[in-house]
């Protein structure tokens, strides 16, 4: 397991933009992990909002996009800095809630019938975004 480690966040209007970044703690590098990130509204469950798959170990690099947050969301992975971004624009009041970021060695981004599976082993603690006016 991995100690991820999140930032950004916080309150902006509808139509507005954040960065989410997710970043390893204790030495791991992130580019051996397939990282996804999971939005958790209020009293729902979480699900998966995108995921990159790692380029090691037979990976391609792809990355995934749940159909709501395609087009307006945008997962990167920085080597340099050894962190992964989520950069979401055009911001709605249904993207608030907490956002996970997760990791994973075992392979690519599992995705069923469109929707990100959470098979991740290791967490974040999770970061609050509200979209309000």
């Known amino acids: 397991q991995v100690q991820l480690v999140q930032s950004g966040g916080g309150l902006v209007q509808p139509g507005g933009s954040l960065r989410l970044s997710c970043a390893a703690s204790g030495g791991s590098t992130l580019d051996y992990y397939t990282i996804g990130w999971f939005h958790q509204a209020p009293g729902k469950d979480r699900q998966g909002v995108s995921c990159i798959s790692t380029k090691v170990r037979s990976g391609d690099g792809s990355t995934f996009y749940a159909e709501s947050v395609k087009g307006r969301f945008t997962m990167t992975r920085d080597s340099a800095t050894n962190t992964v971004t989520l950069q979401m624009d055009g911001l709605k009041p249904e993207d608030t809630g907490t956002y996970y970021c997760?990791?994973?060695?075992?392979?690519?981004?599992?995705?069923?019938?469109?929707?990100?599976?959470?098979?991740?082993?290791?967490w974040g603690r999770g970061i609050q975004v509200t979209v309000s006016s």
């Open positions: 997760a990791a994973d060695l075992r392979g690519p981004c599992a995705v069923v019938d469109g929707r990100l599976l959470r098979l991740f082993d290791s």
